[in-house]
């Protein structure tokens, strides 16, 4: 899939992007929202979650690891990326609409850094959720943080060469334990349901 002036159909099911074999027993990195190391020390625990504290205000993110080794993430266009999340707080209960303000960010092509939507996929229960990430042009909330939403040969150019996948960390304003799960072997699982599209 790329871009090109002569349009076929092109269709897809799943796509499951695993990360690195072993990588589970590897803490993920949590970043700042440029990419940049967080200086949050990430912890695996119980060997079904990986946490981080966040002490303070700042939006800081998972990276996902997936995507190590091959950055061309094309086959992702239009897919959505799922992932479960749970925290810890002595604040106030974090709530759908809390959740629903992160985004997610995609760091590609010429550091081109893209905005996400995040949705609330299932029912918050024991402070935990399903959270999903549509890698769409139509749920782009900013490109390189100004508002708006990419054309979509900028949204292809940025998968072709995607350096990080950014999934939210934090939360909430104040001080909270936030988890990612990790599947068997997996830290990230991310299950794309792709519609058929033309690319053009």
């Known amino acids: 899939m790329g871009i090109t002036d002569d349009c076929t159909p092109a269709s897809f099911i799943t796509v499951t992007a695993p990360p690195p074999v072993l990588a589970y027993q590897q803490p993920l990195d949590v970043l700042e929202e ?3 190391p967080s ?3 990430a912890t695996v625990v119980e060997e079904t979650m990986v946490e981080v504290v966040v002490p303070d205000s700042r ?5 996902d690891p997936s995507f190590l080794g091959d950055s061309n993430q094309l086959h992702l266009y239009g897919g959505t990326v799922l992932f479960n999340v749970q925290w810890e707080s002595n604040a106030a209960s974090i709530t759908s609409s809390t959740l629903s303000s992160t985004n997610a960010i995609v760091i590609g092509r010429h550091n081109t850094a893209l905005r996400f939507r995040v949705a609330v996929e299932s029912e918050i229960e024991d402070s ?3 959270l999903a990430v549509e890698l769409s042009a139509e749920n782009v909330v900013a490109v390189n943080n100004t508002e708006g939403t990419p054309t979509r040969k900028l949204m292809l150019l940025t998968l072709s060469e995607v350096r990080f996948l ?5 939360f909430q304003a104040q001080s909270h334990t ?3 799960f990790i599947f068997t072997h997996i830290f990230v699982y991310i299950h794309v ?3 058929i599209i033309t690319v053009c």
Not at 59 to 63: G, K
Not at 166 to 170: F, I, K, R
Request: proline fraction near 8%; glycine fraction near 8%.
């Open 34 to 36: 440029n990419g940049q």
């Open 39 to 41: 200086g949050l020390e």
């Open 59 to 63: 939006s800081v993110y998972w990276r």
């Open 128 to 130: 935990s959720a399903t």
């Open 166 to 170: 950014l999934l939210p960390a934090s």
């Open 178 to 180: 936030s988890r990612l």
């Open 193 to 195: 349901v792709l519609p």
